[in-house]
């Protein structure tokens, strides 16, 4: 298990008063979530915690922000997402409960409300922890997405900020809204690049449509290339392992033309040279074979990273 700083229980004890209160003759489904409460809010949509009056627990519900409900676009994006993230049955994925309509014919879809620190405030302290207890959160994200992959869904939006580590040792990746999955007739292209920002962080300047991070995108998904596969995702893990080791991302810059052309052409610093902690050799190595501009020249598989990273430490 997991040993981090122990976190507030948010969790309400269960008591009888609670677990066998009666459902009501006739379920109406439209006044099943009550107490909503403000959790965060993203580009384009608000994830609120809420009370499930039928089964009596504090629950997740994602919807669009009111100046989306009505794009098509986004409509189609959050469904999308709803259905990928509850077919990924993973224990590294976050459950996905239920997905509708609400009283006004809007999407939301409902998940498991997890308390935790995400990777990114856990390495905003880095010193604080163990180099062993940062492998372990690498090594559970690879074991989800070596699962997705297998399930053919590519994440595209691998970083610290959608990495959670909860109060009991559980690891998560989260955030599956711009995943990418293909149809069954691979000639059709049904992704939807044009349409996506990039992220480009506080004190960045933007510019362009890029969908993910940019720090944590591989060059093929900064050039939108429509050959895209899964190794995208092996250069997003190897970036954020290489700030896990070093506490430092691969490249770095305020301006968001600058930063790209780095991923695209240069080689960033060994990991272990912008680092005083010793690491092991295959780990080090590791790091930089994933971030290679071919993605060819990459590990052919997350397999092979969770290999590597349990032989090396």
Known sequence: MLEFPQQKNHEVPLFTEETDIALPETINPRTRYAYFST???GGKSLIKSCVDLHLRRRICYKTLRPEFVD????????LREARISAMLQHTNIVPTYELGRDNRGHYYFTMKLVHGYTLR?????????????????????????????????????????????????????????????????????????????????????????????????SPEQVDRDPEISFTSDIYSLGAVLYETLSGVTPFKGEVVRKLLDNIRHDIPADVQSVTKERLPQGLSKLVMQCLQKDPENRPSSVEDIIRTIREGV
């Open 39 to 41: 959790i965060a809010k």
């Open 71 to 78: 794009n098509e676009i986004e409509n189609h994006r959050l």
């Open 121 to 217: 405030e856990i390495l905003n302290f880095r010193e604080r922890y163990a180099l062993n207890q940062l492998i372990e959160v690498i090594l559970q994200v690879a074991h989800a997405l070596a699962y997705a992959h297998s399930m053919g869904v590519l994440h595209r939006d691998i970083k610290p900020d959608n990495i959670l580590v909860g109060p009991y040792g559980e690891v998560l990746l989260l955030d599956w809204g711009l995943a990418k999955v293909w149809p069954k007739e691979s000639q059709k292209n049904t992704d939807d690049t044009t349409v996506d920002e990039v992220d480009t962080g506080p004190g960045m300047t933007g510019e362009g449509k890029l969908q993910g991070t940019v720090m944590y995108m």
